[in-house]
């Protein structure tokens, strides 16, 4: 028997990078997926390599209603909802407080930390009456490390997105409720696009890949009920910060 047979996973931002990944790593260990994102064919793409486990669920995590409605749905279709991926998250190329606007702010709160509590304040309701679920957030090393490589904004908001993962820990650990911060380093995903100073394929090929951050995910979501990982962090053994400490190029 596979290791999340019966199960109910539902993974935001599946479309492409980590949640792809992560919705094809827990589909291989028996779970029903659900896919969330904005852009549906990319979800059907996943969904068709995934098979008859696989639903999709389009929308916009950043619109509470369109969230709830979503988790609303879950539940009367499979009765449950087991294993909850929050990964969809956005970056912006002008992210120096030199350029930054406040639609930018606004984007990249909505995007990367409201996104978060809408999908937790949605799911937790139903974990807490099964008195058992696991709520897995993908973060970013910049979530609890500073630097200016990431920008302010995301750099704030997934800072935040941290203390949120903790703070579920915290309330619902009498309820059976796990929740779990990824904190990923550099990770060769469409969100690289983003970077102000384009990255080559050879430095993509040293980071870590989005196969990895999904094993990662289903490694946590495999882990018996009497454990949780808090926090946990990825990164690339070539460690371009590190190089650079040690004045070599990358």
Known sequence: MKRLEGKVAWVTGAGSGIGEAAAIALAEEGASVVLTGR???????????????????????????????????????????????????????PRSWAQLTPAGVDELIQGNLNSVFYCAMAVLPIMRAQQDGQVIITASMAGRFISLLSGPGYTASKHGAVALAHTINMEECVNGIRCSAVLPGEVATPILDKRPVPVTKEELARMAQSEDLGDLIRYIACLPKRVVINEVMMCPTWNRGYVAGLGRKS
């Open 39 to 93: 852009t549906r064919s990319k979800l059907d793409t996943v969904a068709k390599r995934i098979g008859a486990s696989a639903v999709v669920e389009a929308g916009d995590l950043t619109k509470p209603d369109q969230v709830q409605a979503i988790v609303d749905r879950i539940k009367a279709k499979f009765g449950r909802l087991d294993i909850a991926v929050a990964n969809a998250g956005v970056n912006l190329a």
